[in-house]
């Protein structure tokens, strides 16, 4: 590695090839199971744009330094939270051949490049937020909800008219002040020098949006849809090209590098986390894109319950993903000479985990049944022969909350929504997800945790038993079948015509071959 510290996974795994070059993958990833993660709450993430920190569901956790396998069997936060930074680390050491040049020379060509890319996405990240919030109004409820928002000045008041109605006269513009400042608009020679020192050739769109303290593509597109008649998003962002690149000129130019130093490792972040949602995307994640942000690892909102069960099947079908297949069969006119079956073509699977993976994850996930947070689950259901079922899963609550603060300090905390969930297996067929969820602000009022879901499949288990028992008896029937079919098959197999019988004295080898 040219630079260890930038890629501690690569590190690690590098070593230990070093210290064990026949140390086996299943070996290896046993080991890495066995990793230690800090739980300490106390550090400041940069991730998703911003500075954020994380916290353990019990705090008695803080102070421990869990393996990989203790953390999964615990649910304990913190350790994912920067196993999966050493993830995206390792991702984008693999992007950029040259990734410390990229973060801290200045003069290096490919900053420019990111730089670009950073501007064209947050500028249509901004611009479709602004639009969403404006589009489906009229020309006066636009101007309405935007001015709602402000404290109203008169400076700023004239800034945003002077911009939206270039055309418009003396007297309309001191009318729209005079309105919104009943208490406190200006004189009439205030009125008409600001009229003139705001025109809107004297300053550009970055300008004008911070003399007005608005976003300057939220004031650009309350003018924009104030002239076009029903325009689509995609049409705005086509338009907006030239005021996109204008409002973010000042980082090219500012002397402080440091500003683009965090817009590209930004970019470097969002651009490994596309290639991480490629990855799960073939392990079934339901969502076209993925958050970038660290706060990706904790949580069940950023996925569905169909697709974490699909997980659980992956897992159990050692890393081929089965098609989900709802109707086997349908039958019209039973017992009639125009009965007609129709049955599904069978669909082959598809290898998207490694086979040593799975085995792991379906051991550590057994350990949480075993050992960890769904443990009240031993024991609670069996085979035909009375044997028990062996049982994995992994547990899961979600406090999802949006903190409003200043100066470091919480504020006020709204409460968005509270989930908990169970994603299990039962013996080598069945797999499934349990999911508690109170969306808005009624989940201030709950406090289940994921023992709630893992409450609800033990309490079931005389309800489901009696299914598992049947299923099991007809897929051993359908496999003794199979195997019949199979042998019966064998022996109608007619054997190959014989060749002509090869002259007397001569060798088997100068017999002809049978075709």
Same mark, same amino acid.
């Given at each position: 590695? %040219?630079?260890? +510290?930038? #890629?501690?996974?690569? &590190?690690?795994? /590098?070593? !230990? ?5 026949? @140390? ?78 990229? %973060?801290?020379? +200045?003069? #290096?060509?490919?900053? &420019?490049?990111? /730089?670009? !890319? ?5 500028? @249509? ?81 970055? +300008?004008?949006?911070?003399?007005? &303290? ?302």
């Amino acid at each position: 590695l %040219r630079d260890p +510290d930038l #890629d501690r996974l690569g &590190r690690w795994v /590098l070593e !230990r090839h070093r210290d064990d070059p026949d @140390i086996s993958l299943q070996e290896l990833l046993a080991e890495a199971m066995e990793r230690r993660h800090s739980a300490h709450p106390g550090e400041v993430f940069i991730t998703g744009g911003g500075a954020h920190t994380f916290g353990n569901f019990k705090r008695e956790d803080n102070n421990r330094l869990p393996t990989v396998r203790e953390s999964l069997r615990e649910s304990i936060n913190l350790p994912f939270v920067r196993m999966l930074r050493e993830v995206i680390s390792h991702i984008t050491y693999q992007q950029w051949s040259d990734l410390q040049a990229v %973060r801290k020379d +200045d003069d #290096d060509p490919r900053r &420019r490049q990111m /730089l670009d !890319r950073f501007i064209e996405r947050e500028s @249509i990240l901004f611009l479709s937020r602004f639009w969403s919030k404006y589009a489906d109004k009229s020309d006066e409820e636009r101007l309405e909800t935007f001015l709602s928002g402000l404290k109203p000045t008169p400076g700023r008041l004239a800034v945003i008219h002077r911009y939206l109605f270039p055309d418009a006269d003396f007297d309309t513009f001191a009318a729209f002040l005079q309105a919104r400042l009943p208490q406190g608009a200006p004189g009439r020679k205030a009125m008409e020098k600001m009229y003139g020192q705001y025109g809107p050739d004297r300053y550009n769109l970055h +300008d004008q949006g911070y003399l007005a &303290r608005v976003h300057p593509l939220e004031l650009w597109l309350l003018g924009y849809l104030g002239r076009e008649h029903a325009p689509g998003l995609g049409a705005a962002i086509r338009a907006s090209t030239t005021e996109r690149r204008e409002v973010y000129n000042w980082l090219m130019r500012t002397k402080a590098k440091n500003a683009r130093d965090n817009r590209i490792r930004t970019m470097l972040e969002v651009e490994a986390f596309s290639e991480l949602h490629r990855r799960w995307r073939q392990l079934g994640y339901p969502f076209e894109h993925l958050v970038p942000s660290l706060a990706t690892a904790l949580g069940s909102s950023g996925d569905r319950p169909v697709a974490l069960a699909e997980l659980v099947g992956i897992i159990l079908n050692n890393g081929e993903r089965q098609p989900a297949v709802r109707v086997t069969e349908l039958a019209f006119g039973r017992d009639t000479p125009f009965e007609t079956r129709l049955s599904r073509s069978p669909v082959r699977a598809e290898a998207v985990m490694h086979p040593a993976v799975a085995d792991t994850m379906r051991q550590a996930l057994a350990d949480v049944v075993n050992n960890g947070t769904a443990r009240r689950l031993q024991g609670q259901y069996v085979d035909a022969a009375g044997r028990v079922l062996e049982m994995g899963g992994k547990t899961g609550t979600g406090d999802n909350r949006l903190v409003l603060g200043s100066g470091g300090q919480k504020v006020k905390s709204r409460a968005l929504s509270r989930t908990a969930t169970l994603v299990f297996f039962l013996g080598d067929r069945h797999f499934g997800t349990l999911t508690a969820f109170v969306p808005g602000d009624a989940a201030r009022n709950y406090r289940f945790t994921s023992a709630l879901p893992t409450q609800v499949l033990k309490s079931m288990a005389p309800v489901l038993q009696p299914y598992l028992l049947e299923a099991e008896t007809r897929w051993q029937q359908e496999t003794a079948m199979a195997t019949r079919v199979e042998a019966t098959d064998a022996t109608l197999t007619p054997a190959p015509p014989a060749g002509p019988a090869a002259p007397a004295g001569a060798s088997p080898a100068d017999a002809p071959a049978a075709q």
